[in-house]
C-alpha cells in the first residue's frame, strides 16, 4: 500500500518560517493535500491540489513540490499555527485516500 | 456552505456495534461524497470507507471490508456508518468528511464522535 512519510516534529521559533515534508513514491504524480489539526478539533483543510489555498487559509501557509517530496511552508509563523499537520493523497491503485502520519509544529 | 452534525459519544462493550451518524444541512447532501477517517488516541488519521449519497453506492477500506457498513437516509440528509465486532482497539473519534471530487480531498469535517470500547 502507498505510503506517505512525515518527520515527527518540527520546532520554529515566532515570526520564522516552517516547513513541513511529506515523502511518497512518485507523490509528483498525484496531487497533495494538506490538514492542520488543533488539539480536540476536527481536521481543516488548509492546502489543497499541491498549492491552493481554501478561503480562510491566510497567505502565509503554501504548498510545493519537488520530486518525491511535497512541503508545506508556512511563513511568519505564529502561536496560533501550533498544530499536527497532515498531508493526504489519493492512492488510485487501492482507490482509497492514504494519509501521512502527521506532524507537530511546535512554537517555540 | 454544507456543514455535518454527528451524534454523541458512545461507549461499547467489546464484541457490540456502534452506529454513529452524520447528518448534512444544506442542500449540497445529494452530490457530496461522504467519507469516514477515525483517530485512534494520540494517533494519525485513518480510512474506513465512503458512501455517494446520490447512488448509495458505499466502500469501505479493505482493512475493514466485512466491519464497516456505510448507508444513508436522503430524506433526512444523514449518513450511517455502523462498525461491528468492536475491540478495544476501535476506541477512536470518528470523524465524517465531504470528499471533494471523487478522489479529492476532505473540505468539510463533522465534529467527531468518541467511541469508547471498553468492558
Known amino acids: 500500500s502507498y505510503v506517505l512519510t512525515q518527520p515527527p516534529s518540527v520546532s520554529v521559533a515566532p515570526g520564522k518560517a516552517a516547513s513541513i515534508t511529506c515523502g511518497g513514491n512518485?507523490?509528483?504524480?498525484?496531487?497533495v493535500h494538506w490538514y492542520q489539526q488543533r488539539p480536540g478539533q476536527a481536521p481543516l483543510l488548509v492546502i489543497y491540489y499541491d498549492d491552493d489555498r481554501p478561503s480562510g487559509t491566510p497567505e502565509r501557509f503554501s504548498g510545493s513540490k519537488s520530486g518525491d517530496t511535497a512541503t508545506l511552508t508556512i511563513s511568519r509563523v505564529e502561536a496560533g499555527d501550533e498544530a499536527d499537520y497532515y498531508c493526504?493523497?489519493?492512492?488510485?491503485?487501492?482507490?482509497?485516500?492514504?494519509f501521512g502520519g502527521g506532524t507537530t509544529l511546535t512554537v517555540l | 456552505q454544507v456543514q455535518l452534525l454527528q451524534s454523541g459519544a458512545e461507549v461499547k462493550k467489546p464484541g457490540s456495534s456502534v452506529t454513529v451518524s452524520c447528518q448534512a444541512s444544506g442542500d449540497t447532501f445529494s452530490t457530496y461524497t461522504i467519507g469516514w477517517v477515525r483517530q485512534a488516541p494520540g494517533q494519525g488519521l485513518e480510512w474506513l470507507g465512503r458512501l455517494i449519497p446520490i447512488t448509495a453506492i458505499a466502500i469501505s477500506a479493505q482493512k475493514f471490508q466485512g466491519r464497516v457498513t456505510i448507508t444513508a437516509d436522503k430524506s433526512t440528509h444523514t449518513v450511517y456508518m455502523e462498525l461491528s465486532s468492536l475491540s478495544s482497539d476501535d476506541t477512536a473519534v470518528y470523524y465524517c468528511?465531504?470528499?471533494?471530487?471523487?478522489?479529492?480531498?476532505?473540505?468539510?469535517w463533522g465534529q467527531g464522535t468518541l467511541v469508547t470500547v471498553s468492558s
Open positions: 512518485n507523490i509528483g504524480g498525484s496531487s
Open positions: 468528511a465531504g470528499l471533494s471530487g471523487a478522489t479529492g480531498y476532505f473540505d468539510i
Open positions: 493526504q493523497v489519493w492512492d488510485s491503485s487501492s482507490d482509497q485516500p492514504v
